[in-house]
């Protein structure tokens, strides 16, 4: 193009605006050790995006709009966390400790919201157990919010429109993500107490909420409670998904997320819990057939009809750390309760002592066995565990990548610790217990009873 025609194009770009190429996103890497595969799934919904290995190292994908995904390998717990666009490339780097990186500014953004929010609530978990005035939980963490959309801001120049609210989206559902879990779960607090009025600061929902859909079903879920009182019916509150989401696409995709939730984290939606069953999510089914995003829950139902109370306990088969194959189907006509953990899982080894204590309790009953079912990734993680604790009580037992093998299918394990208890006649007495307690130790003492 000469210069009298590329004055002509700039001319007339500047008043009718011309459209920037769209290029499909580029996928490379580089790499300092051998690996398998390198999976780029969409953050929150794990759907694979694109898979790239040493055979196949450069790929092209292309998007509607810039994704939050996570990379990650067989060997690493631990996922880097990137955004896929159009016009950008992601360039996968691998250490020989299989680390890896994209050395791109938006990614580390990214991730540095992940992790400073982790460390932001260990900072803070003094005041956070501490205070007795919990309304100043969501000022301070406003604070923390602001100051890190300022650090956004300082590249906004570098980073393009699109990307910039993905990150500043990100960055609010964080924050909001742990407020709601404080108030909701951790202090078991009433919509209408006056800590939830965090929710007035919540920015206008747009698609980048795909990324991090939940901060709005919570806001519903309190702005709902605050007129209703009680929640009648899970189809009624799904109306009101669609009442308080204008756009179609978004009302959808929350709709399908909720669904997702009842059966994966029932003990987020407690009040919803009661009146979510098979014969709900069968007529939920039916109402959401048309749903473009049902593929969100559809794998989950399988597990969630599956692992419902009265169920016959999948059989599976684990490992000791000898080698030695234990067989559920060769332990029936006993009391079975399970503890599904990870050596990664703080949560899990926090109510690890808890378990011990249970498990020492019933060392010398041959009717129950306590089982502590590590469905790590590496074997030798667990084992190095295992030799450090020294513990002698419970049977640890090993299955690798248990969540997503057929074992955590068939009882609906998507997050850990999860705890299982599974009657004399091999039928599921509860899926779903989320810590040890009295109330446990009770349901055992009942199902020990039974003949």
Known sequence: MNLKNLLL??????????????????ISLQTETSVDTIYISEFNTERLVAKISDSNRLQAVNLVRP????????NNDDPYLAILANNKSL???LNQDGIINTHDKADSLLNNLWHSNNKFINDNSSLLFGTNNIDTIPLVFETFRQERANNIDLYKDEIGTDILELLHYQNDARIYSFLFYYGRMMKELEPDNSYFDFVNRIPKITLSSKSLPDI?????????????????SITDFLAFIDQQTSNKELADYLRASYI?????????????????????LTQTFISEKENPYNYLFEKSSSSFYASQSGEKAYLFTAEDAFGNQYKLEDHQGKVIFI?????WCRACLNHRLSVLELANKYKNNSDIEILLMSVDSSKEKWLDFLNKENSEVGQNLFIEDGRSEAYGQQYNINFIPKYILIGKDGKIINANIQEPSVAVEQAIENALRMQ
């Open 67 to 74: 994704t939050a995904v996570t990379i990650n390998h067989k």
């Open 339 to 343: 503890d599904n953990w990870a050596t």
């Open 91 to 93: 360039n996968i780097f």
């Open 216 to 232: 709005y079903l919570y806001k519903y879920e309190i702005e709902y409670l605050r007129d209703n009182n009680t929640i009648e």
């Open 260 to 280: 997702k939730g009842l059966m994966e984290a029932p003990t987020y939606w407690e009040k919803h819990e009661r009146l979510f069953n098979t014969e709900v």
């Open 9 to 26: 194009a700039v001319i007339i770009c500047s008043l009718v605006g011309c459209q920037k190429e769209n290029n499909p996103a580029q």
